[in-house]
């Protein structure tokens, strides 16, 4: 029998993700490292993101969960980064939409558990920051991903970001840069 989750994103909670939740959020981007693994990506392949980075988001209040609206269960991550993010000063093959002194917001690490995936969620959670970052007054909302993340790029696609250009994450690895402009 196929079990069904239907979900209500108006009944959905988004909220800063506490240290009780650290379980979870690992467990949802151990679910996302192995997805890429099998379609043969080699983002996060390398160990990154792990416990040690999600604890430095969550105490540094970046990180952020989304919620299904029955017991609060996290169904999704990701670290939304008010400010700068360093390794967007410099972008090849192209430029950003905004100068260098907008205001912008930053998301890293995008999971969702694996039950929950198909279903809008990754979708539902970047509008929810979008509109924190409207209230925020950002210029505009930034998104970096691997070269052959497919679904990250088709949800940028989806939501009206513009591919950029190329940034280099701290490794050296480029990653494709987009960029929405709120205002």
């Given at each position: ?96 939409l905004t100068d260098e002194n907008a205001q912008y917001v930053v998301v890293h690490r995008l999971a969702v558990a694996d039950r929950f995936k ?10 929810r920051v979008e509109a924190l970052a409207v209230e925020q007054h950002c210029d505009s909302f930034r998104i970096d991903t691997h070269t052959d ?35």
């Open positions: 029998m196929v079990n069904f989750v239907v979900l209500i994103f108006e009944t959905m909670i988004l909220r800063t993700a506490k240290i009780s939740d650290i379980d979870t959020i690992c467990r949802i981007i151990d679910e996302a490292q192995a997805q890429m693994a099998r379609l043969g990506i080699d983002q996060w392949q390398n160990g990154y993101p792990d416990r040690s980075s999600i604890e430095a988001d969550i105490l540094s209040g970046v990180g952020l969960v989304l919620c299904s609206e029955e017991g609060c269960e996290v169904i999704a991550y990701c670290a939304a980064i008010f400010g700068t993010e360093p390794t967007y000063a410099r972008i090849d093959d192209g430029r950003w198909h279903r809008g969620i990754a979708t539902e959670f970047v509008r993340n497919r679904y990250m790029h088709a949800l940028c696609a989806r939501l009206g970001f513009v591919r950029c250009g190329t940034i280099y994450v701290s490794d050296g690895s480029p990653r494709v840069a987009y960029e929405k402009v709120l205002r």
